[in-house]
């Protein structure tokens, strides 16, 4: 039975976080967390919700971390810092019930204690993109493949409450025509990254009396200000050259592609969290929005409401094929999540901080901002 102090933060969680939501929800969410408490925090003797976020120091990670703290979660960071993005961290080392470790997802020792105390388990960790994976297939073999296995191995038996997979759109590849790619959509991998990705969700979803609930997240493409900005992806990209003046050279600006900020993710993880289990469990949901499928002319379009005096040009037949519009109906009517920025709120803001110099030397930007040369 939950104690008072238990049923005051689930009610807490249910009706004061949640307050945007329909009233039934709110008591689904309510329920959720009284059974999380009886059957995971007393049934391992645990006071308190601990979340490890393998590859808690990269772009995704270092705001969800924010998020999770300020949302009374206790956070264990696991991260290689393979970027050398250790800074990220620094502002959370001094919050309560927070915990950084160095540490390689592939080595089974350091992951089984980092499973120690933890209530819930979010994987973002690895080699993200396409480029990154080509280039360093050895290391992305070893890291997306072979580490993401053992650590599959070593999750059940263990008391945990939710295991998050936080895969990509990218393994819809390539839509011809009109359609939209909802979850049951074929998945056509086109590179290694995705590929990776669709081994891995598969493996989880197949696995069969595990003691924890799976779910998986299939991200759209980030933007956002983060500690650890990626100006290699597309938002950030554009927007970086364009604000510092550069001739932008856009491949492909037909091709589509759906967005998500950052924060919207964050929330979004929260959210998967705290669902009520029947809802989530071994489920896949596209994490995003309807509103923002964007073409890359769309983005420049928006970019250029902002910076009427950039200049673009343009080419066909760019190495990227990828083209794809993603359905995000299911976690707007499962989860209730629909994103809260858009892509001009994220050209907005980052356009901002480059006026204030937040950035160093972005004119050649270095692999703290881009997934360019990991240390692997
Ligand atoms: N950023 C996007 O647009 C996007 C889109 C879809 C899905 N995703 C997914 O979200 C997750 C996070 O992406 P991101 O943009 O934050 O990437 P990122 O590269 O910024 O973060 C990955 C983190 O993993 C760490 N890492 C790499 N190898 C490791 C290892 N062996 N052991 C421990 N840590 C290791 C890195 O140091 C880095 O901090 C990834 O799983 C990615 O596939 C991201």
Redesign the pocket.
Known sequence: MADSHQYQTAHHVAFSVNAHLPDSYQTEIFDEALRMTSEILEKHGLQQRKVLI??G?????SVLTGHLLDSGYQVRC??????G?GLTVVPYLSRPGYEFVH????DEAQFVSLLEGITDVV??????GDPVTKNFSEAAAR?NDA?HETMLKLLNGRGLNRVIF?????NYGLIEGDQFADENFELKPLSLYAKS?VAVEKALLSQKDVDYTPVVLR????FGLSP?M?FD?TVSEFTRALALGEDLLVFDAHTWRPYCHVRDFSELIRCAIEAPKARVAFQVFNAGGDSNNNTKQMIVDQILEQLPDAKVRYQEHGADPRNYRVDFGKVFRVLHFQPRFTVADGVRELIAAIRQGLFHDIAQPTSYYG?WE?R?
């Not at 936080?166 to 990218?170: D, E, F, I, K, P």
């Open positions: 393998v590859g120091a990269g772009y995704i990670g696991a991260d290689l810092l393979v970027y993005n540490a390689d997802l592939s994987l973002l960790a690895g080699l993200v890291i580490g936080v895969s990509t759109c990218s990705k991200f759209a493409t980030a650890r990626r992806l997934n990991p692997v």
